[in-house]
């Protein structure tokens, strides 16, 4: 297909983008239609906003979405499955509750903030904020003060994670999109993560926690804990920070190999050094943290059922009891 030019210039083009944004948000808000089939029907309208010959939409349509696929979906599938074994494991509950001992209970919520942003490197926001609130529910009704003090470090560390750090949807795209190294990206969205999220999310949480009272909910985690705890084959701390750290190390392997290839330090067409560069690639270091997952996880017997609550009520009943 042939590039097509331009029928506006730079001032118009932003305007079709800023309107095409506020329709896709009005569609998946107010209409309440599916996001996948609002982008769809955006797209097709921003074409034809933009006067892309008719013969050519579609064909522009598909390439769109297939070279963006092709980058996005291994990734996030991936990071998906290492964040879902680390969830039905009991994963979360293991590290919240140390990093609680190691750093205090008066530093609760600053505790929960961090094992939320080493969570949040391969679990989506909803789907971490949802394995962690039993976590926070139980540390709040056991260190006492408003909920909001120990759920909102953990629910900006997720949204932090979420929005500037791969594996997750928007920097993977953003990254493909402007042909950045994908180290490079994470090294920086982590630059930008941490103040962030310690600014907008940390600092005012304390300012929130005593402003706002609000109390636990009884009926999320009853009081009285009657019922046992199920954590005989949790695993270990250590092995959850390796599996958190472990594609990290692996991609910033690709990314110190390239660099210092191009200062001409090392030689970049030596076996070892290519090797290091194709296991630090985004897939094959991803691929490779679910195989090892996998292996530590698996053989740990753990009963997960395969429901996010299950997954859930299991980390708060060890959290209760730790």
């Known amino acids: 297909m042939e590039a097509i030019e331009p029928a506006y210039g730079t001032g118009p083009l932003l305007l079709i983008a800023a309107a095409s944004i506020a329709v896709l948000l009005f569609l998946v808000m107010k209409v309440r239609l599916h996001a996948f089939v609002s982008l769809t029907l955006v797209s097709l309208l921003v074409a034809l906003a933009t006067r892309i010959p008719l013969a050519d939409v579609v064909p522009t349509l598909l390439d769109g979405f297939g070279s963006t696929l092709a980058s996005v979906a291994l990734l996030v599938g991936l990071g998906v499955m290492i964040g879902r074994m680390l969830e039905a494991t009991g994963g979360a509950a293991v590290l919240a509750n140390t990093l609680v001992r ?10 929960l903030g961090v094992a939320s942003l080493l969570f949040g490197f391969p679990i989506f926001f909803d789907a971490g904020l949802i394995v962690m609130l039993p976590v926070i529910f139980s540390v709040a009704r056991r260190v006492g003060g408003s909920v909001l003090l120990y759920a909102l470090p953990a629910a900006g560390a997720f949204a932090v994670m979420h929005a500037f750090v791969p594996p997750h949807p928007g920097p993977v795209a953003a990254a493909d999109l402007l042909g950045a190294d994908m180290g490079v990206t994470l090294i920086v969205g982590l630059v930008l ?3 962030t999220w310690y600014l907008a ?27 046992r705890a199920e954590h005989d084959h949790l695993p270990r701390l250590g092995t959850v920070l390796g599996i958190l750290l472990l594609p990290m190390l692996l991609i910033f392997c690709n990314t110190g190999v390239t660099t210092l290839a191009t200062t001409g330090a090392i030689n970049g067409e030596a076996a070892w050094a290519q090797a290091l560069v194709l296991i630090g690639q985004t897939p094959v270091a991803l691929l490779t943290t679910a195989l090892v997952a996998m292996a530590a996880l698996g053989r740990r017997g753990i009963r997960a059922r395969g429901s996010s609550s299950s997954s859930t009520t299991r980390s708060a009943r060890y959290a209760r009891s730790s």
């Not at 190691?102 to 505790?111: M, N, S, V, Y």
């Open 201 to 227: 999310s940390y600092l005012y949480s304390r300012y929130a926690g005593r402003r706002f009272e609000l109390p636990v909910p009884d009926d999320v985690i009853p009081a009285n804990g009657s019922d």
């Open 102 to 111: 190691a750093f205090g209970e008066k530093r609760a919520p600053l505790a």
């Open 193 to 195: 993560a941490v103040p």
